[in-house]
């Protein structure tokens, strides 16, 4: 039975129709992409699913006790409590539990006082129930999960008691997406859960939804990657519909292809025989046979009304064409013994990079990574001489023209339309090639910004229709040197894809790449070189994409694991080699000085007497213990009574047999 059914939903805004008859299933244990275009219905879907909008018709069932939990890209947090205290409300149903076994601890200090030995035993059945369920909750284990979550996802231990209130809008994003995943729900609905992680978030997020998360899940991502580990089921998008494929996201591009290979040529076959039958009919529909012309005619009428085959519909995709940029000199930065630093709020200093060389050379392509807050935006603007580094010098080569697109958008001006944007800034940056109005409504349109959106301001437009305005803007002005800082944060993957196409040299751009990005499959189709920050204020140059240095960086987190992994083989065989011989020396001690007989038969019997009055009366003291609330409520204190009654129990047995002899 699935988690989650949904049947015919159909859903409006205006007179855009954005889900037209979908429906879907979610088994157990499922793993889809939801894919498509911005603005094809993944979010709304998503919302749909998970109750916060309700769809104009069709049904939405969810399994009778399956919980949904439903990552909002504007989180619902308290903002007084602290970061930790947060993500600890993901276990409300386990501190439930915990007042339920407090509650029967109390009724079990009731009972034994009482007397009621069978209400003991039915209470302490209750108790096992209630401890096996906080146990599948992993109620001994919540301060290492949260702590294990928190630290995943780029949460320092410092971080832990900031307030909500004082965080940043990606660090509450990050916090909503903890607490949704320590909640673990049957099914997690998840609209883009890495738009603020690190690349080792996104790492970790992969390694926990593929080992650890056994629920379903249904996730919106542009991150490719994480696409390919996770999921093995895509759902796409278009004109209202869901299209499904077996598979992860490289397997759908594949079959995506395939299935618009078969669907043109399925159509064009059915378009020449309606050619044919056509000319057919006009050529014979007056001669001898004229009536043979009518049937056929009124059979393709038929086939016309009832089996057309729709034109597969080719979806608009970025165009980019980067125009020639002037050749630079051989060395377009070259950068000796950089350091920044700055100092944190406790009165310390965070030292983000120190005595760092950079040289880049013509024609090369750097990618630059790191976690977040590593420093990565200040290094290129330290590069690129917008900013003064601490120490160090830098120089920037000759005839370099650079084009740098930041993640914020200062100084665009809200009123201009986007078409004259555009030509504002073609004729800042390039006084030469100046735009007329058709010119620049073809670049508008060659980045999705169909005849009317051309017309919109550029201070009504949404966060993603502004970054394709800004980088149509750089990439049509002809500069030899681009400097993008996260450009794929808006895009949607077909049009990330064209972007890495057009930044590519068999996609014509000849000139120097100085890339941030968290997009591994950005970095891994461009770059050539790759600087990572490291965040305690290192830095390391590899050569190679992404993918190379992840693999070095892996294999050396491996060998070191294995050396300390020997090491501690080696302390821990050294210690247990110690304890034998200590213990050997004990023995040895033991065997000179101990009795040779038996030493109960040696006692006397007031000795053994006082010896029995003794365990009896620690074993009454303990049974007056367990009457008192309090002990109960401490686990390893009833417990470790408990194995002490039990040793006493067992001392005493001899004692009496002895005693009991000596009587009889």
Same mark, same amino acid.
């Given at each position: 039975?699935?988690?989650?059914?949904?049947?015919?939903? #159909?859903? *409006?805004?205006?007179?855009?129709?954005?889900?037209?008859?979908?429906?879907?299933?979610?088994?157990?244990?499922?793993?889809?992409?939801?894919?498509?275009?911005?603005?094809?219905?993944?979010?709304?879907?998503?919302?749909?699913?998970? &109750?916060?909008?309700?769809?104009?018709?069709?049904?939405? *069932?969810?399994?009778?006790?399956?919980?949904?939990?439903?990552?909002?890209?504007?989180?619902?947090?308290?903002?007084?409590?602290?970061?930790?205290?947060?993500?600890?409300?993901?276990? !409300?149903?386990?501190?439930?539990?915990?007042?339920?076994?407090?509650?029967?601890?109390?009724?079990?200090?009731?009972?034994?006082? #009482?007397?009621?030995?069978?209400?003991?035993?039915?209470?302490?059945?209750?108790?096992?129930?209630?401890?096996?369920?906080?146990?599948?909750?992993?109620?001994?284990?919540?301060?290492?999960?949260? @702590?294990?979550?928190?630290?995943?996802? &780029? %949460?320092?231990?410092?971080?832990?008691?900031?307030?909500?209130?004082?965080?940043?809008?990606?660090?509450?994003?990050?916090?909503?997406?903890?607490?949704?995943?320590?909640? !673990?729900?049957?099914?997690?609905?998840?609209?883009?859960?890495?738009?603020?992680?690190?690349?080792?978030? #996104?790492?970790?997020?992969?390694? %926990?939804?593929?080992?650890?998360?056994?629920?379903?899940?249904?996730?919106?991502?542009?991150?490719? +990657?994480?696409?390919?580990?996770?999921?093995?089921?895509?759902?796409?998008?278009?004109?209202?519909?869901?299209?499904?494929?077996?598979?992860? +996201?490289?397997?759908?591009?594949?079959?995506?292809?395939?299935?618009?290979?078969?669907?043109?040529?399925?159509?064009?076959?059915?378009?020449?025989?309606?050619?044919?039958?056509?000319?057919?009919?006009?050529? +014979?529909?007056?001669?001898?046979?004229?009536?043979?012309?009518?049937?056929?005619?009124?059979?393709?009428?038929?086939?016309?009304?009832?089996?057309?085959?729709?034109?597969?519909?080719?979806?608009?995709?970025?165009?980019?064409?980067?125009?020639?940029?002037?050749?630079?000199?051989?060395?377009?930065?070259?950068?000796?013994?950089?350091?920044?630093?700055?100092?944190?709020?406790?009165?310390?200093?965070?030292?983000?990079?120190?005595?760092?060389?950079?040289?880049?050379?013509? &024609?090369?392509?750097?990618?630059?990574?790191?976690?977040?807050?590593?420093?990565?935006?200040?290094?290129?603007?330290?590069?690129?001489?917008?900013?003064?580094?601490?120490?160090?010098?830098?120089?920037?080569?000759?005839?370099?023209?650079?084009?740098?697109?930041?993640?914020?958008?200062? &100084?665009?001006?809200? @009123?201009?339309?986007?078409?004259?944007?555009?030509?504002?800034?073609?004729?800042?940056?390039?006084?030469?090639?100046?735009?007329?109005?058709?010119?620049?409504?073809?670049?508008?349109?060659?980045?999705?910004?169909?005849?009317?959106?051309?017309?919109?301001?550029?201070?009504?437009?949404?966060?993603?229709?502004?970054?394709?305005?800004?980088?149509?803007?750089?990439?049509?002005?002809?500069?030899?040197?681009?400097?993008?800082?996260?450009?794929?944060?808006?895009? @949607?993957?077909?049009?990330?894809?064209?972007?890495?196409?057009?930044?590519?040299?068999?996609?014509?751009?000849?000139?120097?790449?100085?890339?941030?990005?968290?997009?591994?499959?950005?970095?891994?189709?461009?770059?050539?070189?790759?600087?990572?920050?490291?965040?305690?204020?290192?830095?390391?140059?590899?050569?190679?994409? +992404? *993918?190379?240095?992840?693999?070095?960086?892996?294999?050396?987190?491996?060998?070191?694991?294995?050396?300390?992994?020997?090491?501690?083989?080696?302390?821990?065989?050294?210690?247990?080699?110690?304890?034998?011989?200590?213990?050997?020396?004990?023995?040895?001690?033991?065997?000179?000085?101990?009795?040779?007989?038996?030493?109960?038969?040696?006692?006397?019997?007031?000795?053994?007497?006082?010896?029995?009055?003794?365990?009896? *009366?620690?074993?009454?003291?303990?049974?007056?213990?367990?009457?008192?609330?309090?002990?109960?409520?401490?686990?390893?204190?009833?417990?470790?009574?408990?194995?002490?009654?039990?040793?006493?129990?067992?001392?005493?047995?001899?004692?009496?047999?002895?005693?009991?002899?000596?009587?009889?």
């Amino acid at each position: 039975m699935p988690l989650i059914a949904a049947v015919n939903l #159909r859903h *409006t805004f205006g007179q855009d129709i954005i889900l037209d008859g979908c429906s879907l299933s979610i088994e157990p244990g499922e793993r889809i992409g939801l894919v498509g275009r911005n603005g094809t219905g993944k979010s709304t879907l998503m919302k749909c699913l998970g &109750g916060l909008i309700a769809p104009d018709s069709g049904t939405i *069932t969810v399994q009778r006790g399956a919980r949904v939990g439903y990552l909002q890209q504007d989180p619902d947090l308290d903002p007084g409590e602290t970061l930790r205290d947060a993500a600890e409300g993901a276990f !409300e149903q386990l501190h439930r539990l915990h007042a339920e076994q407090h509650g029967l601890f109390d009724a079990m200090a009731e009972a034994t006082a #009482r007397g009621d030995s069978a209400g003991v035993d039915r209470l302490l059945k209750q108790q096992a129930e209630v401890e096996r369920q906080i146990e599948t909750a992993g109620g001994y284990a919540i301060d290492h999960k949260i @702590d294990a979550v928190l630290h995943g996802l &780029g %949460f320092t231990d410092a971080q832990f008691t900031i307030k909500v209130k004082d965080l940043s809008g990606g660090q509450k994003g990050r916090l909503a997406l903890a607490r949704l995943l320590l909640e !673990e729900p049957e099914v997690l609905l998840l609209d883009e859960p890495t738009n603020h992680l690190d690349i080792d978030g #996104r790492l970790w997020l992969e390694q %926990f939804l593929t080992q650890e998360y056994r629920g379903a899940v249904l996730m919106v991502s542009h991150d490719r +990657y994480l696409l390919d580990a996770v999921v093995n089921r895509i759902i796409e998008t278009e004109q209202g519909r869901l299209i499904d494929y077996p598979g992860n +996201y490289e397997a759908f591009r594949e079959l995506r292809a395939e299935r618009l290979m078969v669907m043109h040529r399925a159509y064009e076959s059915q378009q020449t025989k309606f050619k044919k039958e056509e000319e057919f009919i006009r050529r +014979y529909k007056a001669g001898q046979r004229a009536k043979q012309a009518r049937g056929r005619q009124t059979k393709l009428e038929r086939e016309k009304l009832d089996n057309t085959l729709e034109r597969p519909m080719e979806l608009a995709a970025l165009r980019l064409e980067l125009p020639k940029a002037e050749r630079t000199g051989d060395i377009v930065v070259a950068a000796r013994g950089l350091s920044k630093k700055y100092p944190n709020e406790d009165g310390t200093e965070k030292v983000l990079f120190s005595n760092l060389d950079v040289v880049i050379g013509r &024609g090369e392509r750097w990618g630059i990574i790191g976690p977040n807050g590593a420093g990565k935006t200040t290094l290129v603007r330290c590069l690129l001489k917008d900013l003064e580094p601490d120490t160090g010098t830098v120089k920037i080569g000759s005839n370099v023209k650079i084009g740098y697109y930041r993640q914020t958008h200062e &100084g665009v001006d809200p @009123d201009l339309p986007v078409y004259r944007y555009l030509q504002g800034v073609i004729l800042k940056e390039c006084p030469g090639q100046a735009l007329s109005e058709q010119a620049a409504r073809n670049l508008a349109g060659a980045f999705l910004f169909s005849g009317d959106e051309q017309q919109k301001e550029m201070g009504v437009l949404s966060g993603g229709e502004r970054s394709r305005a800004v980088l149509a803007g750089l990439l049509a002005s002809a500069k030899n040197v681009l400097v993008l800082d996260e450009p794929t944060n808006h895009l @949607d993957i077909p049009s990330a894809e064209r972007l890495e196409e057009a930044l590519s040299v068999e996609g014509g751009f000849e000139g120097t790449l100085i890339l941030i990005s968290h997009d591994r499959a950005l970095i891994d189709a461009t770059c050539d070189h790759v600087l990572v920050l490291d965040g305690k204020g290192g830095a390391r140059i590899v050569l190679g994409n +992404y *993918t190379d240095w992840h693999e070095k960086d892996v294999a050396e987190r491996r060998e070191a694991q294995e050396r300390e992994s020997e090491s501690r083989r080696r302390r821990e065989e050294a210690e247990r080699a110690q304890r034998a011989a200590e213990e050997a020396r004990k023995k040895q001690a033991a065997a000179k000085t101990g009795p040779s007989v038996n030493a109960l038969s040696r006692m006397k019997t007031e000795q053994l007497e006082a010896k029995i009055e003794q365990i009896e *009366t620690r074993i009454k003291a303990i049974d007056a213990a367990f009457a008192d609330p309090d002990v109960w409520r401490d686990a390893d204190k009833a417990s470790a009574l408990g194995q002490e009654r039990q040793k006493l129990v067992a001392d005493l047995e001899p004692l009496e047999f002895e005693w009991s002899q000596r009587a009889g």
